[in-house]
Nanobody, 124 residues
Framework: QVSLVESGGGLVQPGGSLRLNCAFF????????IGWFRQAPGMQREYIAS????????WYADSVKGRFTASKVNAKNTAYLQLNRLKFEDTAVYSC?????????????????WGQGTQVTVSS
């Protein structure tokens, strides 16, 4: 059974930080690039970050660049998304996805497996 399980979401004040975890089960994460997505209520899903199979290369959407950081620890079969300087508009369900052999520059349609998501709420 292949699955991605996100955790680490929660309620945080503006300017605060969270670290999201994406645990990969049933496959070896070192062979997969990982993408991060978010979807706010009533909005389309937004592709916000990705990291290559090796973890050496990353890409970020302009909306999160300089505030969010994607990483992987292949030995733990887990990817991470560090969220810093959070804003009200970052409130959304955050999901990770995995693409076999993908680079950090692939379209969202290229992803093979998807997690269920974790809620991030930024509120004062």
């Amino acid at each position: 059974q292949v699955s991605l399980v996100e955790s680490g979401g929660g309620l945080v004040q503006p300017g605060g930080s969270l670290r999201l975890n994406c645990a990969f089960f049933g496959r070896t994460i070192s062979s997969y690039s990982i993408g991060w997505f978010r979807q706010a209520p009533g909005m389309q899903r937004e592709y916000i970050a990705s990291i290559s199979t090796s973890g050496d290369d990353t890409w970020y959407a302009d909306s999160v660049k300089g505030r969010f950081t994607a990483s992987k620890v292949n030995a733990k079969n887990t990817a991470y998304l560090q969220l810093n300087r959070l804003k009200f508009e970052d409130t959304a369900v955050y999901s990770c996805a995995a693409a076999f052999g993908g680079s950090h520059l692939i379209p969202s349609s290229r992803y093979d497996y998807w997690g269920q998501g974790t809620q991030v709420t930024v509120s004062s």
